[in-house]
């Protein structure tokens, strides 16, 4: 980890402060993130399609660039 | 420096019709593309492409390929390749009045956006994409008689195909292209820690169960390379400015996967504008790294982040410390010089790219509102959690195909924005402004007003020209457009308001 060390360094040697930055403004709290996760699977196995494995199969795309 | 600079974003989209599996991929692709442009009229739907300037062939480090030596699909100058008819869906090509092309590329439709100035502008011209590409798909399942069809901004089937997501970045031409190439390798190959777009299976056909970072990463073969279709190259060195090619070069990134998460395209960009800046400065230390394609794919196939990096100097890093060292170059150049950064979206790229390095270091899972590989690992953790599914299960599969689905019932990224579940740059309504509207500080300007105003004597236009078709007069009337930062609002705003007619246009600019 002396790698690791080494970058840390050099960054304080930049005169950044050495805790990390403040969250940003609308990330949420860690319980709320939690409380959330549950809803948020509820409401993306409302979108799946039901057929799972044919139409994973079904998707077949040309190469492209 | 700063992160302003002329760019955009093109994407191939994913294109299928679960109603029938079988259909064309050129078919269903050129249908989209129609469905698109018929309600807008003879305006935009007359407007072919104007394929003058276009050199595919032509290679940054000095020569051209042979056309007998091309691979078919590398001779993008013809559209459609060798034999097609006039009237073939693959021939389908439209400019909007956004300034951006729509069109049928192999056999994806295609959405490039206009060229803008700001990381925040790319976001919301690509984003637009995406609107067009609903739109189109919620027309043709309108319309009676047409096979309904899914759209896509992924980057693979997951069966060993690849489409992609390719940025482009307006450089000086007198910056030496070996310099471009050693400073963007390691770069490259280590962004996809925030730009990754997240994939289930590992291998060009996810033959291998598991998770990574990214689209593209199992798809690249070789570190410097004309190709985009085959030997993809972590640099792609086709020279095809669309602009005076004594000035500029135009950097064609095609390593980047398509990103649905605003915040991961405001940093792809910004952070790459930013590496440009310093390569075109010679401020960026050799960061060199060994085996950069194996390197590529390590770091994909890591999504704890712990995948070692070897540089040449003996240094070996994980690629979040090796991001930090750009990082800390770009923050160091930018503090010793005092410019003007008119909008602060240069200090806005630097301290969103310090904080997510800052969390990817201490848990990937804190970026999960910005990135898309965050979210969609978020995703599917939970699913396994609930469900004990293996990662080769066919729901995690669907999961990964859906995320990227366009349409906000059936698209989990979108599902995720409705409620608030991702952070978002731009809004909704400047969203849909830019489906129709063009930036103001382009040329892309002049393109989009000139479709939107005089569309119906546009007779074709591509990215450096507009060509009218004048009743009365006895040719077409080519209107090049070489300097990308000419045909702003300020510059010709006045002149355009001052034309009723594409006549009048025409007369003003040359006299005839």
């Known amino acids: 980890m002396a790698d690791q060390e080494q970058v840390r360094a050099h960054r304080r040697g930049d005169g950044e402060p050495d805790e990390a930055p403040p969250p940003t403004p609308s990330a949420p709290t860690t319980q709320a993130k939690d409380e959330d996760i549950d809803a948020i699977l509820d409401d993306i196995d409302e979108a799946l399609e039901s057929n799972a494995e044919t139409f994973v199969r079904q998707f077949q795309q040309k190469g492209g660039e | 420096m700063t992160v302003h600079r002329v760019m955009g974003i093109e994407t191939e989209y994913g294109v299928s019709a ?8 050129m078919l269903l692709s050129g249908q989209v593309v129609n469905a698109y442009a018929a309600p807008l009229g003879r305006s935009v739907a007359r407007a072919r492409w104007d394929y003058e300037d ?18 078919p699909s590398q001779l993008t100058d013809e559209s459609g390749g060798s034999g097609v008819e006039p009237d073939d869906p693959g021939l389908a090509n439209v400019v909007l009045t956004n300034g951006a092309r729509l069109y ?52 693979t089937d997951n ?12 450089m000086r031409r ?24 997240g994939k289930v299976g590992i291998g060009q056909s996810g033959e291998t169960p598991g998770y990574q970072l990214s689209q593209r990463a199992d798809f690249f073969e070789v570190e410097v390379g004309l190709e985009t279709t085959l030997k993809r190259p972590i640099v792609n060195t086709r020279d095809e400015p669309h602009a005076s090619a004594d000035k500029y070069r135009r950097l064609h990134v095609i390593i980047g996967d398509a990103n649905l998460c605003e915040v991961a395209t ?31 794919h390590a770091v994909s196939h890591d999504p704890t982040l712990k995948q070692l990096v070897s540089l040449r100097d003996g240094r070996q890093m994980t690629a979040v410390q090796l991001q930090w060292l750009f990082f800390e170059a770009a923050r160091a150049f930018i503090d010793s010089r005092e410019e003007d950064d008119p909008g602060g979206q240069t200090e806005e790229v630097l301290r969103r790219w310090e904080s997510m390095l800052t969390r990817l270091e201490r848990d990937p899972m804190e970026c ?5 590989c965050v979210a969609k690992l978020r995703l599917l953790n939970g699913f396994r959690d609930r469900e004990a599914m293996d990662w080769n299960h066919a729901r995690l599969q669907l999961i990964d195909l859906q995320y990227s689905d366009v349409r906000p019932d059936k698209g989990l990224y979108q599902r995720l924005a409705a409620r608030g579940a991702v952070e978002r740059l731009v809004s909704e309504e400047e969203i849909e402004e830019a489906v129709t509207t063009p930036p103001q500080n382009t040329r ?50 006045e002149l355009l308001d001052s034309c009723p007619t594409a006549r009048d246009l025409v007369h003003a600019l040359t006299g005839r």
């Open chain 2, 18 to 25: 679960p109603s029938d599996p079988g259909a064309s991929a």
């Open chain 2, 54 to 71: 276009e050199a595919p062939l032509r290679d940054a480090r000095g020569w051209e390929m042979a056309r007998s030596a091309a691979h």
């Open chain 2, 104 to 155: 049928v590329d192999h056999a994806h439709p295609e959405y490039s956006s206009p060229e803008v100035r700001t990381p925040r502008d790319v976001v919301r011209w690509d984003k637009a994409g995406e609107r067009v590409m609903l739109k189109a798909a919620r027309r043709i399942a309108e319309s009676p008689g047409l096979t309904p069809v899914n759209l896509y901004k992924n980057n």
């Open chain 2, 159 to 170: 069966k060993g195909a690849s489409y992609g997501t390719h940025e482009n970045y307006l």
């Open chain 2, 174 to 197: 007198e910056t030496p292209f070996a310099e471009i190439v050693r400073g963007l390798i390691p770069f490259f190959v280590t962004r996809q820690v925030f730009a990754g777009s």
């Open chain 2, 266 to 296: 405001f940093l792809k960009v910004g952070t790459t504008a930013l590496v440009l800046d310093l390569i075109e400065s010679h401020a960026l230390p050799d960061l060199t790294i060994e085996r950069p394609v194996s390197t590529l």
């Open chain 2, 368 to 372: 999960h509102r910005e990135l898309d």
């Open chain 2, 444 to 493: 892309a300007f002049f393109r989009g007003e000139c479709l939107a105003r005089y569309g119906e004597n546009v007779a074709a236009a591509s990215w450096d020209s507009v060509i009218f078709d004048v009743p009365g007069m006895p040719s077409l009337q080519r209107v090049p457009m070489l300097e990308p930062l000419r045909g702003t609002r300020d510059h010709v705003g």
